[in-house]
C-alpha cells in the first residue's frame, strides 16, 4: 500500500484515543496528514461516568473506545473512513489492551481490511515522524530515547519497524522518578510537570541529587534510588512520612532544579554514550516525558557538542504522551513495507517487548 | 501465624529474606508489601523474583500496575507484582482482573501499596511484609500465615 488512510486504536493503559491519519508514501518524502484525533484520559472518563456505574467506571476502555469511534468515523458508511487499521497490542495492561485489540479485529472482520497489531512503544517512536520537518530529514540508523511514565529505553533504529534496545531502567521509569520525587515534596501525584514548572528558576546545584549508573559503562540507568536520597535530603528519613515538607519558595524552586537536572543529566549521558557505542546518524526524542523543556534543550546542546553531524528530532509535545496518530504512523510504516497481521491470531501481549 | 524480623543495611539483605519468604510462598499465595515511598518494595520483589528463578528482572509496576513474570520454583510458575499506588478507588483494581489471574494454577501475587485495596485483600490468605527506614538500613517483619 502507498497511499492510505489508517486508523488508530490506543489503550494501553490510562488513555482512550482513536485517530485517522491520512499517509501517501509515493512522494520520497512521505506526506502525513492528522485528519481526525481524539485522546481521552481516563481522569476525563471518570468525571464523565461519575462511577455510577462499577463495572463502566472500572471498564472505561469500553463505551469510550465505542464513543470515540463512533464520533470519528463516518455516520453514514462508517467502514468506509479508513483502509486499514492499527491497534496498540502491547505493551500494557492486558483488559485496557484486550478493549483496542478486539475493536481493531472487529472492524477488520466486518470491513475486510488489513490491520497491524503495533507495539505501543514503536507508537512513541514513530510520533517523532509525524513532524513534517522531521520527517524530510529522516535518516538512519537512528537512536531513540525513549522516556515516559512506564518506560525509559535506548532503541536503536537501523530501519523502520526494525527496533534493538539497547539500554533501560532497571527500576523506575524516569518519568515515575519525577512524579515521585513530587509526591515527596508534597506536590502530589503525578507531579512531574510541577516539578519542571518550579525548577524553571531555580539553583540546579543547591541540592545534590545521586546520578546513579552515569559512570557504569552499561547503558542501563537505574532512577529508585532517587526517591531515598530526597527523603534524606528533606530530612524525613526514618519517620517516613510521606507528607508534611515545609520547602517554600527559592528551596523549593531549588530542590526541584537539583532533581530535575540529576535525572536530565542520567539520559543525557546514557544516549550520548549510546550514540557513540553505536554509531548513528540521527537521535529520536518521544515519550511523556519528552515535553521536558529541560530534557529538550540539554539534550540539544549535548548533540550539537558531543555528536557532530547526528540529527536531532523530537516528537511534538503535543503527542508525546499516549495517542492513537502515533499508533497509526507505526502501523502506516509496517503497511508501506508490506506487513499486517492475521486479526484471527491477533492478541493483546502484555509484556510485549520491542 | 509466625511473625519474622530483619534488619538489613545493604542491597544483599533483600536476598537473605527473600530467599526465606520464597521458601514458605505456596501457589496462590499473596505477598503485601507495606513501606513509604523508597522504602526498597520493588527491590524486595527483584530479589524475590531473582528467587524464583526468573528470566527477566522486575521493574516498577507503578504506571503499568501489573507486570507478570514467569518464575520457576517447584509448584509456582508465575509472579504477578501489582502495583496499587495508582489506585484511588478499589473499584479501579477490576480491570486487573485478578481474581481470575490468581486461579491460574502455579500463580503468586507480590503486591505494593496493598493498604490502597483493603476489601479486596480481605479474608484472603495473605503473608505481610512490612518495610520500615532506619537511618542506616531496613527493618523489615513478616507477619505470615
Known amino acids: 500500500m502507498k497511499r492510505f488512510t489508517i486508523l488508530g486504536i490506543e489503550t494501553s493503559c490510562d488513555e482512550t484515543s482513536v485517530a485517522l491519519l491520512d499517509v501517501d508514501f509515493r512522494t520520497k518524502v512521505p506526506k502525513v496528514r492528522i485528519n481526525k484525533h481524539v485522546v481521552s484520559s481516563q481522569i476525563d472518563i471518570h468525571a464523565k461516568y461519575g462511577g455510577v456505574v462499577p463495572e463502566v467506571a472500572a471498564r472505561s476502555h469500553v463505551p469510550e473506545t465505542v464513543s470515540l469511534l463512533t464520533s470519528q468515523l463516518k455516520k453514514k458508511d462508517p467502514l468506509s473512513s479508513f483502509d486499514a487499521i492499527a491497534v496498540s497490542k502491547g505493551p500494557g495492561l492486558a483488559t485496557a489492551l484486550r478493549v483496542g485489540v478486539q475493536a481493531a479485529q472487529t472492524l477488520a472482520w466486518t470491513s475486510g481490511k488489513p490491520v497491524v497489531g503495533v507495539n505501543h512503544l514503536e507508537g512513541h517512536i514513530a510520533s517523532a515522524w509525524l513532524v513534517p520537518e522531521n520527517r524530510k530529514r529522516w535518516v538512519f540508523p537512528s537512536l531513540a530515547l525513549l522516556v515516559s511514565g512506564g518506560h525509559t529505553e535506548l532503541v536503536l533504529m537501523k ?121 548513528v546518524k540521527s537521535i529520536l526524542l518521544v515519550g511523556g516525558v519528552s515535553a521536558n523543556k529541560r530534557l529538550r534543550s540539554d539534550l540539544s546542546t549535548a548533540v550539537r557538542k558531543e555528536l557532530p553531524g547526528v540529527l536531532l528530532m523530537k516528537s511534538p509535545v503535543g503527542l508525546a504522551t499516549d495517542n492513537a496518530a502515533m499508533v497509526a504512523a507505526a502501523g502506516a510504516w509496517h503497511l508501506a513495507r508490506g506487513e499486517s497481521h492475521d486479526w484471527k491470531k491477533m492478541d493483546a501481549e502484555p509484556e510485549l517487548d520491542l | 501465624m509466625s511473625v519474622n524480623v530483619w534488619n538489613i543495611s545493604s542491597v544483599e539483605g533483600w536476598s537473605r529474606i527473600a530467599k526465606h519468604i520464597a521458601s514458605k510462598l505456596r501457589d496462590g499465595d499473596v505477598l503485601a508489601i507495606e513501606g513509604p515511598l523508597g522504602a526498597g518494595k520493588t527491590t524486595f520483589v527483584q530479589a524475590l523474583a531473582q528467587e524464583l528463578g526468573a528470566s527477566r528482572t522486575p521493574k516498577s509496576p507503578t504506571f503499568s500496575m501489573l507486570r507478570t513474570y514467569a518464575v520457576n520454583q517447584k509448584s509456582i510458575k508465575r509472579l504477578l507484582h501489582v502495583d496499587a499506588y495508582r489506585i484511588e ?37 495473605i503473608c505481610r511484609l512490612t518495610i520500615e527506614m532506619r537511618k542506616y538500613g531496613r527493618k523489615v517483619s513478616c507477619l505470615g500465615s
Open chain 2, 89 to 125: 478507588n478499589e473499584i479501579d483494581l477490576l480491570p486487573l482482573d485478578l481474581d481470575e489471574e490468581l486461579h491460574i494454577p502455579g500463580t503468586i501475587l507480590a503486591m505494593e501499596w496493598p493498604e490502597r485495596v483493603p476489601k479486596w485483600l480481605a479474608n484472603r490468605r
Open chain 1, 159 to 279: 530501519d523502520f519497524c526494525r527496533y534493538t534496545v539497547v539500554g533501560s531502567t532497571r527500576d523506575d521509569a524516569a518519568g515515575e522518578a519525577f512524579d515521585k520525587s513530587a509526591k515527596l515534596l508534597g506536590l502530589g501525584y503525578p507531579g512531574g510537570p510541577k516539578i519542571s514548572k518550579h525548577a524553571e528558576d531555580g539553583n540546579d546545584e543547591a541540592y545534590h541529587f545521586p546520578r546513579p549508573m552515569i559512570h557504569d559503562p552499561s547503558l542501563d540507568m537505574s532512577f529508585s534510588g532517587l526517591k531515598t536520597a530526597i527523603r534524606q535530603e528533606v530530612g524525613q528519613g526514618a519517620r517516613g512520612k510521606e507528607q508534611g515538607v515545609s520547602y517554600r519558595g527559592k528551596a523549593l524552586k531549588d530542590v526541584c532544579a537539583s532533581i530535575e537536572a540529576s535525572i536530565v543529566d542520567v539520559l543525557i549521558a546514557k544516549t550520548i554514550r549510546a550514540a557513540k557505542k553505536h554509531p
